[in-house]
């Protein structure tokens, strides 16, 4: 078996980095070139044309001329809707990550100590609705948040309140969209942590003196510092850019920078604006990214160790 | 000791004043387990175990895997509730008790430190949830680690540090609450042979020097004979036998412990003569019986197994001096361990026995070789005749 694995590689030399190409290849193609012609595009100037922006090498009188325009990135810091837009993104998807893992760490506690068998089914119905297709899903939820809708006439039903609530289009409804969206964002990572926790460091808490809770507090969070935080960016990191969720859950004073995006750029057709905000909202994004990142190497460092 | 409690509740009333005159237990009497059943969804881990341990004693719950000495070990911990039977704890009921609640410590199989504390976090947690001031924390710690010799490495985390360095951590963490009884799960089971043989001794010197009373489970014999005081070999969630290390050795009970406890050549056979001051027992591997100097509890005819250890045999290359218990055959394999030999000789029977031959001098062992015949013999006391 292995010596006809090692004739085959010996035969074709250039397998191993065929496989390691492949994911090189994708980041090339779907991210670096990409962000390569979004930068371009943030550096050129708005022209009613087709591309809809000037182009920024020019021949002038005998001069090949490279024109960076830095204005719509000014335009951004001095227009206080893009500082806001990017303020009120970050703290929306703050809280909605808090929220998360308020919801989500329970839960993959609770499913990190169930039987294998009952185990697999919880992992299962997590990960199902996204077998749906995300744009459906939070229509879905339109139809349980409106005024005469499932969740409001039920409250009507059982008698909780009298006149029906409203919590469509209000921010309520984009924390309930994203909570929502993101949860397995946050679920699984966590489990896959406490999944591997060793009881016996429980016990040997217990056997200490610890009650459960001091236990958990001493033990099981810390270790699982590094679920928590790769759940947390996993669910923080999209959620800043979140398009669909407040354009169809949230008002029309729900600010954020992914809806900004998507105005400048089919509304306004403004395609270096928003080009520009694409990049900053980038740069914004690389702290978290970097703290995801570090922790994720210092957990395979520990797993090693 | 139950009827003297039940008066004193009963007079009184109340608790506390049970509590303020309360029974002395005796030394004798420190952990009592009494018949204690546990059972996992049928299954029988624990079949009606009873025992009474010493204050100070070393204790050591010996059998192979599965035959429930670290379930038994866990219904002490507090980890698993017994499904009957009673344990007491210097008269004191642990039944219902949550491990936090009891004055008991373990020290777990491959140590359970935690990953994320320094070892000096590790020997303090325990204190900590004490809720100790943190000077006498302080200074408990730092007594615990010259304990263990571990001073210089207060700083480090776990995995930093050697199996036979966390395994000192393990202990100090375990002893720093002055536990009224520690519990030792395969304490040697994660280190290498050599520093095991060590450590055990240096164990015991630990334990013998605080006085604290020690539940130990192990699988090895070896370490349980070194370590303990007495032990106690489980075989199916029973106690076969519970006795001092060179009884279980020298007077098996029966042949579960006799095979159990190093090695041992058994002979099934019955009783031939069963007189007051000798019996003989005729047996398929010698042709004549096998004469036995002393009494046994039985009667003529009776099924019973002679036990012989390799080390009582002698091996000879001319038939000894003796009237009985002598047999002639032949060598067919040699163990060559070095300080003594194992020789496997065919006897003309066509029984196989062990016989080993320590290697007094230099070369000795070149003596005999493969197919010499040879004799075997022992004396009329060497063996132990068993009847269950």
């Given at each position: 078996m292995s010596a006809n694995w090692q004739s085959l590689r010996s035969r074709l030399p250039g397998s191993r980095w065929a496989v390691i190409s492949v994911p090189y290849l994708w980041l090339l193609l779907f991210f670096a070139i990409p962000f390569l012609i979004a930068l371009k595009i943030s550096f050129a100037k708005f022209e009613m044309a087709m591309p809809p922006y000037s182009s920024l090498l020019n021949w002038e009188d005998g001069f090949l001329v490279l024109k960076l325009r830095l204005e719509n990135y000014l335009y951004l810091v001095n227009d206080s809707l893009y500082v806001n837009a990017y303020l009120s993104s970050l703290k929306i998807a703050v809280i909605a990550t808090g929220l998360c893992l308020l919801i989500g760490y329970p839960m993959a506690y609770v499913i990190s100590r169930m039987e294998p068998a009952t185990r697999n089914i919880a992992l299962m119905l997590v990960v199902l609705p996204s077998w749906t297709s995300f744009l459906i899903r939070i229509y879905a939820w339109i139809g349980i948040l409106k005024q005469n809708g499932l969740l409001n006439n039920f409250l009507l039903s059982i008698g909780v309140i009298d006149a029906p609530l409203k919590i469509l289009y209000t921010p309520a409804a984009v924390y309930i969209g994203i909570v929502y969206a993101y949860l397995p964002f946050m679920v699984l990572p966590l489990y896959s942590n406490l999944v591997k926790l060793d009881r016996r460091l429980l016990e040997a808490a217990y056997d200490l003196g610890a009650r459960p809770w001091r236990a958990f507090l001493a033990i099981t969070l810390p270790l699982s510092k590094a679920g928590i935080i790769a759940g947390s960016m996993l669910v923080l990191i999209p959620v800043v850019g979140e398009f669909v969720i407040p354009e169809m859950l949230?008002?029309?004073?729900?600010?954020m920078i992914g809806r900004v995006l998507w105005q400048e750029f089919?509304?306004?057709?403004?395609w270096p604006v928003a080009s520009a905000v694409a990049i900053v909202m980038l740069i914004i994004l690389i702290v978290p990214i970097l703290i995801f990142h570090k922790s994720q190497a210092k957990e395979l460092e520990g797993r090693l160790a | 000791m139950a009827s003297v409690d039940a008066d004193a509740a009963g007079s009184n009333g109340t608790m506390v004043n049970s509590a303020a005159n309360p029974p002395a237990p005796s030394p004798d009497r420190y952990l009592v387990i009494d018949t204690v059943r546990k059972e996992f969804d049928g299954f029988v881990a624990v079949d009606d175990v009873s025992l009474t341990i010493r204050k100070g004693e070393i204790f050591a719950l010996l059998?192979?895997?599965?035959?429930?000495k670290s379930t038994l070990l866990r219904c002490l911990a507090g980890f698993e509730t017994p499904t009957a039977g009673r344990i007491e704890l210097e008269g004191q009921s642990l039944i219902g008790l949550p491990p936090y609640e009891r004055r008991i410590n373990m020290m777990f199989q491959?140590?359970?430190?935690?990953?994320?504390?320094t070892v000096e976090q590790n020997i303090a947690f325990g204190l900590k949830q004490d809720g100790m001031a943190k000077a006498a924390m302080r200074a408990r710690v730092d007594e615990m680690l010259s304990l263990v010799q571990m001073n210089r490495f207060?700083?480090?985390?776990?995995?930093?540090?050697?199996g036979g360095q966390q395994q000192r951590v393990a202990l100090a963490r375990s002893l720093a609450k002055s536990p009224k009884m520690l519990l030792l799960d395969e304490p040697m089971g994660a280190l290498d042979k050599k520093l095991r043989s060590q450590m055990q001794l240096e164990l015991v010197n630990i334990i013998e020097k605080l006085g604290v009373t020690c539940v130990m489970v192990t699988h090895d014999q070896e370490e349980a004979m070194t370590m303990a005081h007495r032990i106690a070999i489980m075989e199916q969630g029973r106690i076969r036998q519970c006795a001092k290390p060179d009884e279980i050795y020298?007077?098996?009970?029966c042949r579960y412990t006799a095979g159990f406890i190093g090695s041992v050549n058994l002979f099934e056979g019955r009783i031939d003569k069963d007189e007051k001051d000798f019996v003989t027992i005729r047996t398929s591997a010698f042709p004549d019986p096998i004469y036995v100097a002393h009494g046994v509890t039985g009667f003529e005819g009776m099924e019973v197994a002679m036990a012989l250890r390799p080390e009582k045999l002698r091996i000879s290359k001319h038939e000894p001096d003796l009237k009985h218990n002598k047999a002639h055959g032949s060598i067919e394999d040699i163990a060559y361990f070095g300080s003594h030999s194992v020789y496997h000789v065919r006897l003309d029977g066509g029984c196989k026995v062990m016989c080993n031959f320590v290697n007094m001098k230099r070369w000795d062992s070149e003596s005999f070789t493969w197919n010499d015949p040879v004799w075997v013999s022992w004396g009329d006391l060497e063996g132990v005749v068993l009847s269950s």
């Open positions: 949230g008002g029309p004073d729900t600010l089919f509304n306004n057709r403004d | 059998g192979a895997s599965g035959c429930g491959s140590y359970a430190l935690f990953p994320h504390m207060a700083k480090r985390k776990p995995h930093q540090l050697s020298e007077q098996p009970n």
